[in-house]
C-alpha cells in the first residue's frame, strides 16, 4: 500500500517562508504532487514533480527526493491567503490516474 | 476556478438511502475521478472513468457505483447510506494519463453528503 504522512498544522507570520513535509512509504509512483485546499474549497493543483530535486512555481517551491522518500512544499513571502490546508499526493503506476493522498496540514498565516 | 461543477452542494440522507451525485468535467476533458473526503482528512480515491467505463477503483465496495455520460459528465450512485458515508465527495476532471507531464486534476467544490 501507500500512506503519506504531513504534519497536522503549522503556523507563520505573514512574509515568512514556511515548509510543509511530506514522508511516504509507496512502494513505486510517477510523481509527487501538492494540492491547496482552502475551507468549503475544492482541491487545486500546486507543483509536480516527477525527478529528484526543486521545482519552483513563483513564491511557491516543491522538492523531492526518492532516496529518502522525503518530500517538501516551500511557500515564501507568506499571505493571510495563504492559509489554507496543503495536501502531497502520489500517483501510483497503476495504469490509471489514482492519487494516494497525504494526512494534510492546515497553515495558519497570522499578521 | 476549473470549470469542473457539482450538484447538489449540500444533501442529507437517512441511512439506508440512495443517493446520486453528478458532476460536469472541464471542456476537454474526457477523465473523470471520484474521491471521499471525511472531515480533517485527505481525498480517498473511489473511482475513475473514461470514455464511459470504469478503469480503476479504489477500497470503496460495490454499493459505490458510477456512470460517465458521452458528454464526460459523470454521477456518483451510493446506495444502502451508512453513517460513515457522510462526507465531501470531490469530482475531478483530467486529460487522459499520457496527454499531461504532470496529471493535474482539476477538482469541483464538492458536494457534502450528510447520512443520519
Known amino acids: ?111 | 476556478e476549473t470549470g469542473v461543477t457539482q450538484s447538489p452542494t449540500h444533501l442529507i440522507k437517512t441511512r439506508g438511502q440512495q443517493v446520486t451525485l453528478r458532476c460536469s468535467s472541464q471542456s476537454g476533458h474526457n477523465t473523470v475521478s471520484w474521491y471521499q473526503q471525511a472531515l480533517g482528512q485527505g481525498p480517498q480515491f473511489i473511482f475513475q472513468y473514461y470514455r464511459e467505463e470504469e478503469n480503476g477503483r479504489g477500497n470503496f465496495p460495490p454499493r459505490f457505483s458510477g456512470l460517465q455520460f458521452p458528454n464526460y459528465s459523470s454521477e456518483l450512485n451510493v446506495n444502502a447510506l451508512e453513517l460513515d458515508d457522510s462526507a465531501l465527495y470531490l469530482c475531478a476532471s483530467s486529460l487522459p494519463k499520457g496527454q499531461t507531464g504532470t496529471g493535474e486534476l482539476f477538482f469541483g467544490e464538492g458536494s457534502r453528503l450528510t447520512v443520519l
Open chain 1, 1 to 111: 500500500g501507500q500512506s503519506l504522512e504531513q504534519p497536522s498544522e503549522v503556523t507563520a507570520v505573514e512574509g515568512a517562508i514556511v515548509q510543509i513535509n511530506c514522508t511516504y512509504q509507496t512502494s513505486g509512483f510517477y510523481g509527487l504532487s501538492w494540492y491547496q485546499q482552502h475551507d468549503g474549497g475544492a482541491p487545486t493543483f500546486l507543483s509536480y514533480n516527477a525527478l529528484d530535486g526543486l521545482e519552483e512555481t513563483g513564491r511557491f517551491s516543491s522538492f523531492l527526493s526518492r532516496s529518502d522518500s522525503y518530500g517538501y512544499l516551500l511557500l515564501q513571502e507568506l499571505q493571510m491567503k495563504d492559509s489554507a490546508s496543503y495536501f502531497c499526493a502520489v500517483e501510483g503506476n497503476t495504469g490509471f490516474q489514482k492519487l494516494v493522498f497525504g494526512t494534510g496540514t492546515r497553515l495558519l498565516v497570522s499578521p
